[in-house]
Structure formats: C-alpha cells, structure tokens
C-alpha cells in the first residue's frame, strides 16, 4: 500500500507525540530515523481509522515486529496503554460498518 502525504503526517505526529522514544522498551531516537515506527493498532488498511491519532504508537523496530507476530498480547497492551474506554471508542470507530 503506497504511503501518501496524510500518511507521512501522520506519522510524524505519532513519533513526535511519543518524544522520539519507543512506547513499549522505552529506547530513544534520533529524529532522522527510521527505526521509530508509527504502529497502526487497528491495520492502517482500514480508512476510518487509519489518520486517527489515537490509532498511532510509536515503536521501534523491534517492538514493532513483536506486535504483529503476537497480536493477541499487542492488543491487549495497547488497550494499556490507552485505557480501556479509549481503546473500545477506537475499535468500534474500526469496525464500524457503515
């Protein structure tokens, strides 16, 4: 899927809310980096949420990698790391049919 200015915005605004700094190990970027990922909890290919900002943490790599291959656990400690009501506002914003 091809990155598009909204994107790259959007990601810029993840990692600069998150102070360069990855939100699970706690290890700190250089902002001209490319190993801060701006992580989607709910996949970046559903539209409703995909610019939400409340959709975006910033992870390193290897954070980043972690959460896709544990999906079960990456869910349940980004609805930790939003706060439940949060986390349930955006999953029903994501599967919202409309």
Known sequence: MKRTKDDIAWSDMI???AGWTCQRCGHRFGQATMGLHAAHIFSRAIKK????????????YGCHSWGH???LEFHAWAKGKLGTEKYEALMIRAKRVK
């Open 15 to 17: 990692r600069k809310r």
């Open 69 to 71: 291959r544990n999906p």
């Open 49 to 60: 949420t995909r610019h939400d900002p409340d959709n975006g943490l910033a992870l390193c």
